[in-house]
């Protein structure tokens, strides 16, 4: 009570509510918001340096989906999580058509046929059917409480994810149906599986890799995967990026070569260098300076999501912000290690730093979910 | 209680969770650690010597060419200076030693390089273009030791017949910034494109699509390998219906004077030659004109970039009595033999005075002889019968007041008075006297050459009103336009075409100096008055600018027109002495000595 005794008395008691609205808002970690602003101010300016040699400038658009992302954060982070996990089979549902429907009329882009095209703008369902399905899963494995899943539980989890995976993997779109995997894995070693269950899933998942590797992938999936391991037999092809990668991000050194004066990027060398290498170019022009910088504010993101979700309400809200987060980590992890040679390249994105509309759409709905559950944690149902 | 232990155990694993993604990241950041600060000079030193550079393969543009397929304009090669910042060791002695060798002095060049403050290091930047041989030869020579500099092949507009054809094709400029803004331009900044005329209006057809080489250079500059081509696309040709050889006819005719010429087949308004005078060179233009001679064209008092063919209108002078005579004939108001005129030099309407320019009169005239002999009197008579708003009506029938839709930009639509203009536009109602000057051609009407040549093609032609172009490329104009007839008596046009050939070929008729040997030029004089005649004296006493405009508009054969001439001479007083000799050269050019490379017009 103390802490407020300066506060104006008229709205002195809307503090001293710990349910009030005002004084919730103050109690509210905003870690996550921080992070993401940071990023996405950083991720404009890249992407502007990153178009010097593209045929546009894809900065303004991309300001105009960091602003539109801002709204729809706002938006959900005013509706009781509760109530969206109350209508998660709706949205399921509605997703699912959706990616049905962009089999059959969607327009193809880099050999993945998963955008709808609006006008001006192009909409990937696969990126809000993660978040879709994230809720959903959040919905069932909140229903169960017990510290340990059961087979059959483990299976039902399995299967939401697993459909809309089936169905975004069919538009030939590897990297965005493999982003499903971490919601899954994410939720399940939260709700609690038994080692034999890990023993025997890794099993599965190498006899059905072996299967993808001979009969699913196709030439090119191999050779990126070989090109990976050993990126210099191959210059001019798929170790041919990750290499010019390298370069850029190496060449970088202490403190970049100056905005705009990176040579890797601005000369063409670097390819989708405002999307998926967009880190390279930051490393290049910033140095290691920059990249400390940005893993920073990933590492605030994650760390204070992490938190919310420690001292979440109920077990709903605490699995709902693993699943989100789940994505988060995995795509930040993945691309900045893909970037400096570490993992195989697939197109996974960097959040909030890489160009795309969808993609920015998605990320800022899910810090709104992670903010709702953590303003709501005093709510009495 | 069960439930509180279940939270604790998620927290749990949340919290070893979390703490296992920030390991990751620390993990991370030791990946880029030894990319970047263990590896990074290594990393540098590959982004150093393996560096991509664009080289712009230029696409030609496309030629020019008469009908006969003449070059009028081509591409010749000229070379300029790079300078690559980055590969200067030290950059006061290399603007130096090209200082030297362009004679500009260092300070010169640091200007250059202060306006591309924002362009990389790594990007060179254009120091100077047109270098001769020997300025190229030095720069080449010691290539090694400053291998900074580079030398670029670009191509320049050579317009072979400079200021013979300006007009018509117009000239290139530097790419401005509203068009270089606009979405999906082609376009970079210093780009040259087609500014004026056809240059400008087939821009997208004769500039190709340039190409680009993605080579790979080491970090002095020598290339290593090629890496990506985009090969270009030359621009296509334009061939102009254009007859080089009569243009140049044309040109030399206005030498030294200032008017327009314009010669088009009848038949499918086809232009053989369009000159305007005075003209320019675009030559001067295409090398990125300097600020003083920009002034020079800006100021020359006779306006030199304007086309007087049709970008400025003229009152037409006795020219307009042909559209009177058949307006007349048409509504049955004249009957050619039996409605004469008794001319004294002069008639009396409405209380005024109104002359004819042959003060001594020319007695009784009927239809032909008023014509042949330009009587005014008979006009006035004719003009009272009609009422402005007929002569209007048959103006615009024949094209004037209104753009003839020619493959040019700038076309003026000229002015066709009647009563409505003159309450919208002057607020007063139309004052009846001023329709016995409009019958004559004088007052407040306006006509292009072009129109006039319209115009006569129309009456050469038995009523059909072409649209004139220049470029033969069908694919480019699309299918014109339905000619419009004009629905006039077959007879009534025999009957003019006949007065109008009495005019070149009989004695006393006015255009007796445009007549030829063995062809039978059909025309028509006027003389447009720059001052009322109230105030006029003998036109070669008037100071230049009160002088009055010389206009000749005819076709030939009169028994199968294939050209119409049209001359006019601003301030170069009576039509009959000024501009119709220069219509008889017109024609000799183009019948006599036409061989059989040339068999006619169409070719």
Known sequence: MRRFSKVDPRIGHLLADESSPLRRLGNVHWGPLVAALALSLIGLVTIHSASAELPIDHFPKQALWVLAGSVALAVVFSIDYHRLLALAPIFYGIILSLLVLVLIVGHSSGGAKSWFLLGPISIQPSEFAKLATALLLTRFLAGIKKPF????????????????????????????????????????????????????????SLVLAAGLWNFGLRQYQRSRIMSFLSPDEDPLGAGYQVRQSKIAVGSGQWLGRGYKQGTQSQLRFLPARHTDFIVAVLAEEWGFAGVLVILSLYSLFIVSAGNIAMRGRDRAGILLVVSLLSVFCFHTLYNMAMVVGLLPITGIPLPFLS???????????ATGLILNVDFRRYVNR | MKIRHHREELVRRVGGLTALTQAAILLIAGGYWSVQIAEG????????????????????????????????????????????????????????????????????????????????????????????????????VEHLEHPEFEIQTEHVRLYRHAHQTAHVIGYLGEVTNADLARPGSPYVPGDLVGKKALEGLYEIHLRGETGERVVVVDSR?????????????????????????????????????????????????????????????????????RQEEWREVLDHPHHPLQNRV???????????????????????????????????????????????????????????????????????????????????????????????????????????????????????????????????????????????????AAVSNGGRLVQPHLVQNPRLHGPLPDERQLHLEEEHFALVKEALWSVVNEVGGTGVAAAANDLNIAGKTGTAQVITQERRIDNENLAHENRDHAWFASFAPVEDPRLVVVVFVEHGGAGSKAAAPLARKMYEAFFQGRSSHRPSASG
């Open chain 1, 149 to 204: 899943l059961t087979v059959r539980e483990i299976a039902t989890a399995g299967v939401i994810t697993g459909v809309p995976m089936v169905l975004i993997a069919l538009e030939r779109d590897l990297g965005s149906a493999a982003m499903f995997c971490p919601i899954l894995l994410g939720l399940l070693l939260v709700c609690g599986v038994r080692w034999r269950q890990i023993f025997v899933a890794a099993l599965m």
């Open chain 2, 310 to 456: 049709l970008q400025n209108t003229y009152p037409p002078g006795s020219i307009f009595k042909i559209v009177m005579a058949l307006a007349g004939l048409d509504r049955g108001l004249i009957d050619p033999e039996n409605t004469t005129a008794y001319c004294r030099g002069y008639s009396t309407i409405y209380n005024n005075r109104y002359r004819c320019w042959q003060a001594a009169g020319h007695g009784t005239v009927n239809l032909r002889t008023a014509l042949k002999k330009s009587c005014n009197v008979y006009f006035h008579q004719l003009g009272q019968k009609l009422g402005i708003d007929q002569i209007a009506n048959y103006s615009r029938k024949f094209g004037l007041g209104r753009k003839t839709g020619i493959d040019l930009s700038g076309e003026k639509t000229g002015l066709v008075p009647d009563s409505t203009w003159s309450l919208e536009a002057r607020g007063a109602p139309w004052y009846p006297g001023e329709t016995i000057s409009v019958a004559t051609g004088q007052g407040p009407i306006l006509v292009s050459p072009l129109q006039v040549a319209v115009l006569m």
């Open chain 2, 41 to 140: 000079a290594y990393y540098r030193e590959l982004a150093e010597n393996n560096r991509l550079r664009k080289l712009t393969i230029e696409a030609p543009r496309g030629l020019i060419l008469d009908r006969f397929d003449r070059p009028l304009v081509e591409n010749a090669p000229s070379y300029s200076l790079l300078l690559d910042r980055s590969l200067a060791h030290d950059l006061a002695v290399s603007l130096a030693f090209a200082s030297e060798i362009l004679g500009l002095t260092p300070e010169d060049l640091d200007k250059i390089l202060a306006s591309h403050k924002g362009t990389p290091r790594f990007h060179p930047i254009r120091l100077a273009q047109d270098l001769s041989l020997a300025q190229l030869a030095r720069f080449e």
């Open chain 1, 355 to 365: 160009y795309g509309g969808s993609f920015t759409l998605a990320n800022c709905l």
């Open chain 2, 221 to 289: 500059g020598q290339l290593i390998e090629e890496f990506d081509r985009l090969h270009a696309n030359s621009g296509r040709d334009l061939r102009l219906t254009l007859d080089l050889e009569l243009q140049q006819t044309a040109a030399e005719l206005l030498a030294g004077q200032v008017g327009a010429i314009i010669a088009l087949d009848p038949r499918q308004g086809e232009v053989l030659a369009m000159v305007s005078a005075p003209s320019f060179d675009p030559n001067n233009f295409a090398r990125r004109l």
